[in-house]
């Protein structure tokens, strides 16, 4: 039981990355001297930038990749650097395995969504390509992510290898295949169909909650996109779900309540019911919690525990 409730205050600790009382970067390099590259450019838009921070400058190691939240719409890398993430960063390398963060371009008229799923994959391609100069073992490399950033994380964990081998671009033939994903505040799809039939809420609220959530881009384009099965296709993870994808570790924090705006729905801990129902029902290895409607995973693994099994 002690240990359970361990696990539990560190879920809560890191729970949803903050963009608040950010540590300065600089001084962490001068005082700790680690070995830190910031904003990488990965692409070719401002915001394709990342930092990486080397675990062991004289070999290759293990990486993890940090994806933000903010509802596709808002956010920064730096929220790794509040100062109860840090420590997430500090123990990953202490035990050998290197971090980075990744900024990415943000929800828009013309393709939803999808400009920011993209980035993400082109910033783990680039990482993987670059992998010799940046110390990194490509076959050992984690996606993480909050909120949006779980979304984007399990994406990528969860399509097929989006390598395209026959691309003139090196960057992109290189695979998009993880060893692990962690999601945090994570949704189980991007079909919003199936939210709206996982908390029994009718068409009416959902288009008032979309509609909160599209602000001043073009209501008539996200309504139909949001719906259309072409568009679905290309941005939910759920249906691509199979045995041979990477293991997986979800914590989803609240209760099963009426949601109140469209990242209240997204952080909704019934996601974690369905991701699990879904695992189990084809054999993938995964750890789920969602205390707020009792669900706790047997293991009792916390999140540190399953980053260094899976990459070591």
Same mark, same amino acid.
């Given at each position: ?195 709206? =039939? ?75 019911? =369905? ?38």
């Amino acid at each position: 039981m002690f240990r359970l409730v361990s696990i539990l205050l560190i879920f809560l600790s890191y729970s949803i990355f903050s963009q608040k009382k950010f540590i300065n970067v600089d001084s962490i390099i001068k005082i700790d001297n680690y070995d830190v590259i910031k904003d990488i450019q990965y692409g070719e838009a401002e915001r394709n930038v990342l930092d990486l921070w080397i675990a062991n400058k004289n070999k290759n190691s293990p990486l993890m990749i940090f994806i933000h939240g903010g509802g596709f719409g808002s956010g920064s890398k730096e929220s790794a650097y509040s100062k109860n993430n840090f420590k997430r960063v500090e123990k990953l390398i202490e035990n050998g395995v290197s971090f980075a963060t990744i900024n990415y371009r943000f929800k828009n008229n013309n393709d939803g969504i999808l400009t920011s799923l993209n980035d993400a994959k082109r910033a783990l391609q680039f990482l993987r390509y670059k992998s010799d100069k940046y110390k990194i073992d490509k076959s050992k490399i984690g996606i993480m992510g909050s909120s949006a950033g779980a979304t984007t994380s399990m994406w990528l964990g969860f399509f097929d290898d989006m390598a395209k081998l026959n691309s003139d671009d090196p960057i992109d033939r290189e695979s998009t295949r993880v060893s692990l994903v962690i999601g945090i505040a994570a949704a189980h799809t991007m079909d919003l169909d199936k939210w709206k =039939e996982m908390a029994n809420i009718d068409q009416d609220y959902m288009d008032k909650l979309i509609l909160q959530y599209i602000g001043k881009f073009d209501k008539e384009k996200w309504l139909d996109n949001n719906f259309k099965k072409e568009y679905i296709k290309k941005i939910d993870f759920f249906d691509q779900m199979d045995k041979n994808d990477p293991p997986f570790f979800i914590v989803n924090f609240g209760k099963n309540r009426k949601p109140k705006n469209i990242a209240d729905f997204h952080h909704h801990p019934l996601h974690a019911k =369905e991701l699990k129902i879904k695992a189990e029902s084809l054999n993938m290895e995964n750890v789920i919690y969602a205390t707020g409607i009792g669900l706790f995973d047997k293991s009792k693994k916390g999140m540190n525990e399953f980053i260094f099994e899976k990459l070591k």
